[in-house]
Structure formats: structure tokens, C-alpha cells
């Protein structure tokens, strides 16, 4: 519940006697005034000042003194860390987190730039690593939210440039997202830096899936150990969006087998060895399904119908059929929990999922059998007898508060 909404619906409610104005100002007072949009200004000016200044100075940088270079780059992250220090000790969060951040960048900035001045050839990704060790440091020194999405920027950042220009894979840099950002999220959940976290972690799980030359599909056992991280915390807004980038990707990949996985020419990536691979999503689940059951929301189990292996089908027409069928199935557990809650937001979901699936059904399977008119007349209708469906469904469900006098 925001403050906007119980600025606007308080006001009915005092009118309607449902409460005082008194206790309509006790409730605004649980849900103070958000600075955040101000809040973020001193940090997106001290991004703005800092990519000024290194603009400046590279385009400059190799006529100025070796001396000077130095001098540049040592004291404006040192700047930086006082002035960070000087406006958090006197209040100014927003503006000592930007300096903060101001000064990571910089630290990351000379570590190329001195490479560069020196001439020294690295053929691993150490200088990049010492960037990711400083940014998870800063974040656990300063808790900032802040500070944990510049980390995890940096340690996609060092990640990627050793897979793409070192051909090398950094287990330390995941493990410093994994474990370091990971337990800093743990102990602090919140929704933004658990769907970056869990974005930034499928970012590391792809490079090392590239890396190892493995079959595709066991990307899904890392995304999957992350959802299951989220069943096991209690904070469930934060656990979900944690959970929301691996359902995503499972989505999008069934969606992706849905449309184009009757061509069969590259189903041969889509199959490891079955024990080996379905051994360890078992392994996953259990653990998925341990932490629903101790958290209490078990009937979320139904989110692991997006990885169900029908991949394994031959490829060609079996094998989109089996992904729709996976589809349709995820939609209506969707549906089903959504009406089953009262959860408005997850009708809606489930609502736009079923219409997706429903498209692209139609058009994969059907558009070469039948004339087009027909085929409008006929999504047509499945159309309106769904949203007909959906508010009969909508109308049967009692209101959950009804109003008591």
C-alpha cells in the first residue's frame, strides 16, 4: 500500500465515516514522504560530473606529463572519497553515496588508464577483479543500494570482458556476486537489488554455459538455483523479484522452442545427457520445493512447469506442440493461483501470458491450414469468450473485506 493511495481513497474513507481524520493522519504518518526522487539527483550529478571530467582528461590524456596523469588519478578518487565522507558524516546521504560512487568509477578508470600508461599486458582479468572486490566492499562499508547496483554493473563488466577479449571464465568474480552480494542481499532483501542480483547472476551463469561449450539448456540449472534461493527468504516481495528474471528466461526460451522449434536444425543443442542434466534440476527442485515448504507458500511449486524437459520430444512439429503444451500449462497455474489468492495483479498476468501463448499457438499451427478471414474470425472469438470467462470467473470471487457497520 502506497501514501498516494492512501492519500486519495482516505479521504472517501473519512467521508464515508469507515474512519476519523485522525486516524486517516495516523496512517500517512506509516508511510512517510519519499525523497527518493530528489535523493537521486545528487547521484546521477556526480555520474554526470564524473563522465565529464574522464571525458576530459582522455581526450587529453596522452599530452599530459606521466607526473600528471598519476597526480589526476590518484586525486580525484582520493577527492572523491573525502568529499563522500565529509557530506555522509554532515547528513547528505544522497550526495556522500554519489562521491562514493564517484570514486569506485575512478578506481576503476585508473586501473585501465594505468595499464594503458605502462604498457602492461595482462592476460587475466586480476586489475578488473580488484575493481569488483573494492565495489563489494563499498557496498557492505556503506549499505548502499546504490553502491550494490554499481557492483553488480562492475562485476557483469569484468565478467564479460574475460570471457569476450581474455577467453578465460572468472569463477572469483561470480563468487564475489554470488557470495558477497548475495549474503549482502540476504541479510537486506529489497525487490530492485534482488531482480539486478538475480539478472546480473544469469549474466554469469550464460558466459560460463559459453564458456564450457555445454548444451544450452543447462543455463537452467544455476537460473534455477537462484530461484530457489529466493523460496528460502522471508522477505516475499524481494524473494519474488529474485525469482522473476529465472521465470522469465524459462518463459522466453519455452516461447522461443514454441515458435521456432518445428525448424529441428538446432535441437541438437537442446540435449545433454538426460541423467546427468534432469539428475540436477531434481536436485534444484528439492531444494526449491524444501524452502516453499518451509516458508509456507508451496502451491508457487506450479512455476516449475516452465522446466519441464519437453525439448527431449524430436524435433519439428512434436517438439513446439510439447513447449506450447508447457506454456499453456504455466499460464493456467498462473490463472488458477491468481483467482485462487485474489491476487489482481496475477490475473492480469496470467491473463496477458494465456493471450501470448494463445498468438503464437495460432499462428505456428494453424495459419497454414485455414483461410485468414478465418483465422480472424476464430481469434476472434477465443478472445472474447476468454475475457467473457475471465469476469464471470471475476464476479463469482467475494469481495475479501466486506464493508462492516
Known sequence: ?????????????????????????????????????IGLLPLLGSLLVGLSALSLVAANWQELPELLRLGLLIGSMVAAY????????????????GLVALGLILFGAGIVLTSQMYQLVGYDVTGLLAWVVAAVVLTFIY??????????????????????????????????????LGYYWWRRPDALCGAILATGLLWQSALLINHLHIKITWFFVPAMLVY???????????????????????FLFMLGLGMFGEAGSYTDQLRPHFVGFVGALLLVFGLSVAGKRARGHLSSAADWLLLLPGYYFPGGLPLAVAALVVLYAYTGS???????????????????????????????????????????????LLLLGLSWYLRRRARAIPPSNPPTH
Open 228 to 250: 530457489a534461493a529466493g523460496d528460502w527468504q522471508p522477505n516475499r516481495p524481494a524473494a519474488r523479484a529474485l525469482q522473476a528474471p529465472p521465470l522469465v528466461a524459462a
Open 1 to 37: 500500500m502506497s501514501r498516494k493511495f492512501i492519500e486519495i481513497e482516505g479521504q472517501h474513507w473519512v467521508e464515508q465515516g469507515i474512519i476519523s481524520p485522525e486516524q486517516h493522519q495516523r496512517l500517512l504518518a506509516l508511510y512517510p514522504e519519499q525523497q527518493r526522487a
Open 334 to 380: 498462473v490463472l488458477y493461483r491468481g483467482y485462487q489468492e485474489q491476487a489482481s495483479d496475477r490475473v492480469n498476468l496470467g491473463t496477458a501470458l494465456f493471450i501470448l501463448t494463445t498468438m503464437v499457438a495460432y499462428f505456428k499451427l494453424t495459419w497454414e491450414f485455414m483461410d485468414k478471414s478465418l483465422f480472424f474470425l476464430l481469434g476472434g
Open 143 to 180: 549499505q548502499s543500494h546504490f553502491l550494490f547496483i554499481l557492483a553488480v554493473a562492475i562485476g557483469v563488466l569484468a565478467q564479460g570482458y574475460s570471457v569476450g577479449s581474455l577467453s578465460s571464465y572468472s569463477y572469483a568474480s561470480a563468487g564475489l556476486m554470488a557470495g558477497g
Open 82 to 97: 573525502l568529499g563522500g565522507e565529509h557530506f555522509l558524516q554532515r547528513g547528505f546521504r544522497s550526495m556522500g553515496i
